[in-house]
T-cell receptor, first 113, second 115 residues
């Protein structure tokens, strides 16, 4: 089974600053997808960003971008210009060729006013 | 707006009770999943289904079963609830792999307490 590791249980960042959340994964597959999901206090899981492993270009969505290092099996999320609404639990996820999704243990991010 | 609906947001049950958690999606998705979420453990896959009447075990299927009689509905069953099944349960669905912008759509979760 694939494993996804998030080594930062908690992080904080000042409003308007930049923060990077780390994620590593382990797989023998070459064609897979990676995701970052956000879970605010409402508990609703929201997709932040998606990366296809065969694409070398890093995905970006407005203030959110990733640093995808396929050889290192690393997939970090950078949040620029942090806003109070970014306070949430962030989960890194991996989808294998069998359409199964595996999640990390999450990073709790607090944006400080 | 697309939706994955879980029947209960909060549920309190007694040890030994049979518990049904219902999930309905309106996106005509083939794939449906049940996860449990515990602090420090993230989301762990219990069961998933690729089609009606099909089911596959995930990483932690012990103590659970599932039912998928219709494409839109995927039920999680706790045959005899135990206190260690107190958790947040998340249902999700997705289109087949390779569909553009494919992703998991989640319900809002059911917080189950077993007393």
């Amino acid at each position: 089974a694939q494993t996804v590791t998030q080594s930062q249980p908690e992080m904080s960042v000042q409003e308007a600053e930049t923060v990077t959340l780390s994620c590593t994964y382990d797989t023998s597959e070459s064609n897979y997808y990676l995701f970052w999901y956000k879970q605010p206090p409402s508990r609703q899981m929201i997709l932040v960003i998606r990366q296809e492993a065969y694409k070398q270009q890093n995905a970006t969505e407005n203030r959110f971008s990733v640093n995808f290092q396929k050889a290192a099996k690393s997939f970090s999320l950078k949040i620029s210009d942090s806003q109070l609404g970014d306070t949430a639990m962030y989960f890194c996820a991996f989808e294998n060729t069998g359409n199964q999704f595996y999640f990390g243990t999450g990073t709790s991010l607090t944006v400080i006013p | 707006d697309v939706k994955v609906t879980q029947s209960s947001r909060y549920l309190v049950k007694r040890t030994g009770e049979k518990v049904f958690l219902e999930c309905v999606q309106d996106m005509d998705h083939e794939n449906m999943f049940w996860y449990r979420q515990d602090p420090g453990l993230g989301l762990r896959l219990i069961y998933f289904s690729y089609d009606v009447k099909m089911k596959e075990k995930g990483d932690i299927p012990e103590g659970y079963s599932v039912s998928r009689e219709k494409k839109e509905r995927f039920s999680l069953i706790l045959e005899s609830a135990s206190t260690n099944q107190t958790s947040m349960y998340l249902c999700a669905s997705s289109s087949p792999r390779g569909v553009p912008n494919e992703k998991l759509f989640f319900g809002s979760g059911t917080q189950l307490s077993v007393l």
